[in-house]
C-alpha cells in the first residue's frame, strides 16, 4: 500500500496534545495529518486503565503505520507515569548503586510496564557526561561525570529496555553536559575544544551506537568548534557529517521538541522542521501547540514538492522509521487490559525499587 505524500511527511513527526482522552477534534486532526508517533506527558495520564485506552485508541485512528508511542521515563525528576507504576530514581542514584546490573533491571521493569500499557518507546537513557556542577538541566539525570561510568550504565539501561520491547532514546546529542543554560528557555552555546567534546561528550553516544541504539535525540545547543552557525538540530555538519558519517550512525535520529525556545525564539516551525530535516534529523518532535504541528508538516510538504528536501531524502528517513517499527512496533497488537494489574507496580517490580534505594543511600554513607 503505497502512502500519500502527506502519509509519508506526517510520518517524520512525533507530536503531543492535551487531555487525557480523544477529543474529536484531535482524532480529526491526527486523520489529517497522519503523525508517524505520539507522544505522552504527565498531562495525558491519570492511571494504567486509562493509559491503556488512550495508547488503544490513538493505535485505532491510525491508518498508515503502528504509531511510534513514546514517553519521556528516566527516572528521578523526568518522570511522566502516574502513581501506581514503579518510578525508579534519576540515574545518578541507579550509579550509585556500583552496578551495571542495577541499570539493566531499572530499564527492563521499566520497559515491562511500559509495554503493558502501550508504550513502546522511552526517551532514555540520558548520555550526558555530568561534567558541569552548576548544569540547570541534566545534573543527577545523568549517570555520571565520568564517561566511562555513563557509557557502561547507557549501554545496560539500552539493554534493558531493547530487550523488553522498548526503543531506548539516548540523549541529547552531542551533549548536554557542560551547559550553564537551559534550552527549554534559551540557546545555550557550549564553547568546548573539539578535542575534547571528542574525548569526554561524544564517548557515550559513540559507544551506544555500537552497542545497538537505534535513535538518539538532538541537543538544542550551539557547539561553535563543531558547527559556528546554527544549533546542533539544525546542523547538517552535526547530524550527518559527525553523527552518521563519522560517528557510523545508521538508525533514527530525532530532534528535541521545536518549541523549545533554543529554536522557537529563533525560526519559525516550518522554517526550523524543513532545516531541521536537510540537517539529517529522521523524526521531529513538537510537544503542544497543533497549529505549530500543522505548520511544520505543511512546511515539509512544500519543500518535498518545490525541491528543497529531495524525494530520497524524504524516502531514506521513511526507511530508518520503519525498519525502527518493523523491529519494535509490528506486528500491533493492543493492550490486554487483563493483564495490566499483574504487571504495572507488580510487587517483585517494588522489591527492586527498594533494593536501589537501600544500595544507592548506603553507598554514599
Known amino acids: 500500500m503505497s502512502m500519500t505524500l502527506r502519509e509519508q511527511v506526517g510520518q517524520l513527526f512525533m507530536i503531543g496534545f492535551d487531555g487525557t482522552e480523544l477529543s474529536p477534534e484531535l482524532i480529526s486532526w491526527i486523520q489529517e495529518y497522519q503523525p508517524g508517533g505520539i507522544i505522552l506527558f504527565s498531562r495525558n495520564l491519570v492511571d494504567a486503565q486509562q493509559i491503556a485506552h488512550l495508547t488503544n485508541s490513538l493505535q485505532e485512528i491510525t491508518s498508515s503505520s503502528p504509531l511510534l508511542m513514546a514517553i519521556d521515563q528516566e527516572g528521578g525528576k523526568v518522570s511522566r507515569l502516574p502513581p501506581g507504576f514503579t518510578i525508579f530514581p534519576p540515574a545518578a542514584t541507579?550509579?550509585?548503586c556500583g552496578s551495571p546490573d542495577f541499570a539493566y533491571q531499572a530499564a527492563a521493569v521499566t520497559a515491562k510496564e511500559l509495554r503493558a500499557v502501550g508504550f513502546n518507546m522511552n526517551m532514555a537513557p540520558v548520555l550526558d557526561v555530568n561534567t558541569n556542577p552548576?548544569?540547570?538541566?541534566?545534573?543527577?539525570?545523568?549517570?555520571?561525570?565520568?564517561?566511562?561510568?555513563?557509557?557502561?550504565?547507557?549501554?545496560?539501561?539500552i539493554s534493558g529496555l531493547h530487550d523488553h520491547q522498548i526503543i531506548a532514546c539516548g540523549k541529547h546529542f552531542p551533549g548536554h553536559g557542560e551547559t550553564t543554560k537551559d534550552s527549554h528557555k534559551e540557546l545555550p552555546v557550549v564553547t568546548l575544544s573539539k578535542e575534547r567534546l571528542e574525548q569526554i561528550e561524544l564517548q557515550p553516544f559513540r559507544s551506544a551506537i555500537a552497542h545497538g541504539l537505534m535513535t538518539l535525540m538532538s541537543a538544542h545547543i550551539h557547539y561553535p568548534a563543531l558547527d559556528d552557525s546554527v544549533p546542533a538540530t539544525l546542523s547538517h555538519t552535526i547530524?550527518?557529517?559527525?553523527?552518521?558519517?563519522?560517528?557510523?550512525?545508521?538508525?533514527?535520529?530525532?530532534?528535541d521538541d521545536l518549541e523549545m525556545n533554543a529554536i522557537a525564539e529563533h525560526s519559525s516551525m516550518g522554517k526550523a522542521a524543513v532545516r531541521s530535516i536537510q540537517a539529517g534529523v529522521d523524526l521531529?518532535?513538537?510537544?503542544?501547540?497543533?497549529?505549530r504541528q500543522a505548520e511544520a508538516i505543511e512546511a515539509i510538504e512544500q519543500a518535498v514538492t518545490k525541491g528543497d528536501i529531495s524525494i530520497a531524502r524524504l524516502q531514506t528517513s521513511l526507511d530508518r522509521i520503519s525498519a525502527l517499527k518493523q523491529r519494535f512496533v509490528m506486528p500491533y497488537s493492543p493492550v490486554d487490559y487483563t493483564l495490566i494489574s499483574q504487571i504495572v507496580g507488580a510487587p517483585t517490580h517494588q522489591t527492586l525499587l527498594a533494593e536501589i534505594q537501600t544500595k544507592s543511600s548506603s553507598s554514599h554513607a
Do not use: K, W, Y
Open 284 to 291: 521531529i518532535l513538537i510537544c503542544h501547540q497543533q497549529p
Open 239 to 255: 547530524m550527518t557529517t559527525l553523527l552518521r558519517d563519522q560517528l557510523g550512525f545508521s538508525g533514527v535520529i530525532l530532534s
Open 94 to 96: 541507579v550509579a550509585a
Open 134 to 157: 552548576s548544569n540547570p538541566i541534566i545534573g543527577d539525570r545523568a549517570f555520571s561525570g565520568d564517561p566511562e561510568h555513563v557509557c557502561t550504565l547507557g549501554n545496560a539501561t
